[in-house]
């Protein structure tokens, strides 16, 4: 498999926590390297979630637990909003924060933060 030249950017932002808007809407990143598995073929075990300012999270991508539909047992890529659980296609870094930030962005201008 070829290096995900991404990966890096993503790697960086491990432990991040940056607040994203003066009304106390934060964003959170916990990324790390693992052993490639069945589950998780790209080696990469992430959540990347965004937090309202009284910290519940609304948006999370992440590939720590399984959802409704998979193996059991199986961890697999998905993304949480609002409670709901929805599978994700990993297929590298870039995309992967493209999608998230593009969610972010959503939901500020649904939670009537950003127009």
Do not use: C
């Amino acid at each position: 498999m070829q290096r995900d030249a991404s990966l890096d950017n993503l790697l960086d932002l491990n432990g991040q926590l940056l607040v994203i808007d003066q009304a106390g809407y934060w964003v959170k990143f916990i990324v790390h390297t693992v052993p490639p598995t069945a589950h998780k073929p790209h080696g990469l075990d992430y959540p990347l979630t965004l937090h309202g300012p009284d910290g519940k999270r609304l948006i999370g991508f992440d590939n720590a637990h399984a959802v409704a539909g998979s193996a059991k047992g199986a961890e697999t890529n998905h993304r949480h909003r609002l409670g709901t659980i929805r599978p994700y296609a990993y297929s590298d870094a870039g995309p992967l924060l493209t999608a998230f930030w593009i969610e972010v962005e959503s939901m500020m201008r649904e939670q009537g933060v950003r127009t």
